[in-house]
C-alpha cells in the first residue's frame, strides 16, 4: 500500500505552501515599506514644515517690533530715548534678516519660493520707507515722520505681515493635508493587511494570527505618532503666542487681541483700557539674590496679575519686566486709577523665595480708548508716557 500523497496531491500542497510564504513575505515587506513610508512622512512633517511656521512666526514677531521700535522712535521727545529706539529698530532688523535667510536656505516648493519673492518685492520698499523716516525722526521732524508712518509704511507692513501669514498658514494646511493623507493610507494599509489575514487564515491560523499582531502594533505606533503630532502642534502654537516662563501672553498676541478689542469697543461703542506695568528695581532684585529669584519674582507677578483680570479681558508680558494688561468695557474714566491701585496693591504683596522676603513694586500708566488714542500706536504710547511718569514720580518721592 502507498503510504505517500499522491505526487499531484504533493505538488498541489507544496504549491500551496509556497503561495503561503509568498503571501507572507508580500505581506511582511509590504507592512515593513508601508510602516518606513510613514514614518518618513511623519518626519517630513516634524522636522520640515514645523521648523518653516516657526521661522514664519519669527519672521513676523521681528518685523512688528521693527516696526514698533520705528514709531516708539519718531514719537519719543527725548534724544536718548530715540537713540535707544533706533538700536532696537537695528536690531531687531537683523532679526528679520536672519529669520529670512534661514528660510531661504531650506527645500521650498513653487509656493515657498513665490511668496519669498512676494516679500523680497515689498521688503525693499519698506527698509527704504523705514530708513526716511528714520531719518526724520533722528532730525526731530516727528510731524512728517508720523504722517509717513501712517500713510506710506503703515499699509505696507499690514501687505507684508499678510503675505507671511499666508505662509504659515500654507505650512499648516501642508501639515494637515499630510495628516489625513497618512491616517488615509494607515487605514488602507490595514485594511489590506486584515483582508490577506483572512485569506492567510484558511492555509495557516498561527501565521495570520502572528502577522495580524505585527500589523496592530505597528498601527498602534503609527496613531500614537500622530497623537503625538497634534499634541505638537497644538504646543507650538501655544509657544509662539505665550511668554514661556510665566504662560501669559506675549507681544503679539496682546497686541493682536488690542487690535480685535479696538476693532470691536468701535463697532460696539464702549470703551478699554490698557495698562503698562514696569517692575520696580527688578535689576536689583537679580544683582542682590540671583536670576533664580528673579524669575520667581516673575512668575508670582504673572500669577497675580493673571487672577486680578477677568475671563474677557487679558494680562501679557511683553519682555523683561514689563508687562501689560488689557481691560474691556471700562466705560468711567475715573475706573482706571482705582483699577492701577487694585493692580499695584496685588503685585506689591510680599513674598518668601528660598528664606529671602521679596517686594515687588511697580509702575503702571494707563490708556482708555478712545479718549487717549483711537489706534493702537498713539493707546500704546499714551500708556507708557503715564508709566514713566508714574516711574519718576515714584523716584522723586525717594529723593
Not at 489625513?180 to 483582508?195: D, K, M, V
Not at 488690542?258 to 535689576?283: G, R
Not at 493673571?306 to 501689560?324: K, Q, S, Y
Request: aromatic content about 6%; glycine content about 6%.
Amino acid at each position: 500500500m502507498n503510504q505517500h500523497l499522491p505526487r499531484r496531491m504533493t505538488r498541489q500542497l507544496l504549491a500551496g505552501f509556497a503561495l503561503l510564504i509568498t503571501l507572507m513575505l508580500g505581506l511582511i515587506g509590504h507592512a515593513v515599506w508601508q510602516i518606513g513610508d510613514l514614518k518618513e512622512r511623519m518626519r517630513d512633517i516634524v522636522e520640515l514644515r514645523n521648523q518653516k511656521i516657526q521661522l514664519a512666526t519669527d519672521l513676523q514677531e521681528a518685523s512688528y517690533n521693527r516696526h514698533s521700535a520705528l514709531v516708539y522712535q519718531a514719537v519719543a521727545r527725548d534724544a536718548f530715548e530715540r537713540d535707544e529706539y533706533f538700536q532696537q529698530y537695528i536690531k531687531w532688523g537683523y532679526q528679520v534678516g536672519l529669520a529670512r535667510t534661514t528660510l531661504k536656505a531650506l527645500p521650498l516648493d513653487e509656493f515657498e519660493i513665490d511668496n519669498l519673492k512676494r516679500q523680497d518685492g515689498l521688503v525693499g520698499r519698506i527698509i527704504d520707507e523705514q530708513e526716511i523716516i528714520s531719518d526724520l525722526a533722528a532730525r526731530g521732524v516727528m510731524e512728517e515722520a508720523l504722517s509717513r508712518l501712517a500713510a506710506d509704511l503703515r499699509p505696507l507692513n499690514l501687505e507684508y505681515t499678510e503675505i507671511v501669514e499666508s505662509l504659515r498658514r500654507y505650512e499648516r494646511d501642508l501639515i494637515r493635508t499630510a495628516l489625513e493623507q497618512t491616517q488615509q493610507a494607515t487605514h488602507q494599509a490595514i485594511s489590506l493587511h486584515l483582508g490577506l489575514g483572512a485569506v492567510l487564515i484558511l492555509l495557516a491560523v498561527l501565521v495570520s494570527e502572528l502577522t495580524r499582531r505585527l500589523l496592530r502594533r505597528h498601527a498602534v505606533t503609527i496613531f500614537e505618532q500622530m497623537h503625538q503630532l497634534e499634541q505638537a502642534g497644538t504646543r507650538l502654537e501655544h509657544e509662539a503666542t505665550h511668554d514661556p516662563l510665566t504662560g501669559l501672553a506675549n507681544r503679539v498676541l496682546f497686541y493682536r487681541r488690542l487690535e480685535e478689542a479696538m476693532l470691536h469697543a468701535s463697532e460696539e461703542d464702549f470703551s478699554l483700557a490698557i495698562m503698562y506695568i514696569d517692575l520696580d528695581d527688578f535689576k536689583l532684585v537679580n544683582d542682590l539674590h540671583g536670576h533664580a529669584a528673579g524669575d520667581a519674582m516673575l512668575q508670582a507677578v504673572a500669577d497675580r496679575l493673571h487672577h486680578v483680570v477677568r475671563i474677557a479681558d487679558t494680562a501679557a508680558r511683553l519682555g523683561g519686566d514689563e508687562f501689560a494688561l488689557l481691560f474691556v468695557g471700562v466705560q468711567e474714566t475715573d475706573e482706571c486709577p482705582l483699577l492701577c491701585d487694585k493692580v499695584g496693591k496685588s503685585v506689591g504683596q510680599p513674598m518668601e523665595f528660598e528664606g529671602v522676603l521679596l517686594s515687588p513694586a511697580c509702575s503702571i500708566g494707563y490708556a482708555l480708548y478712545p479718549r487717549d488714542g483711537l489706534s493702537v500706536d498713539t493707546l500704546l504710547h499714551a500708556a507708557d508716557e503715564r508709566m514713566y511718569q508714574a516711574k519718576r514720580a515714584r523716584k522723586a518721592k525717594r529723593a
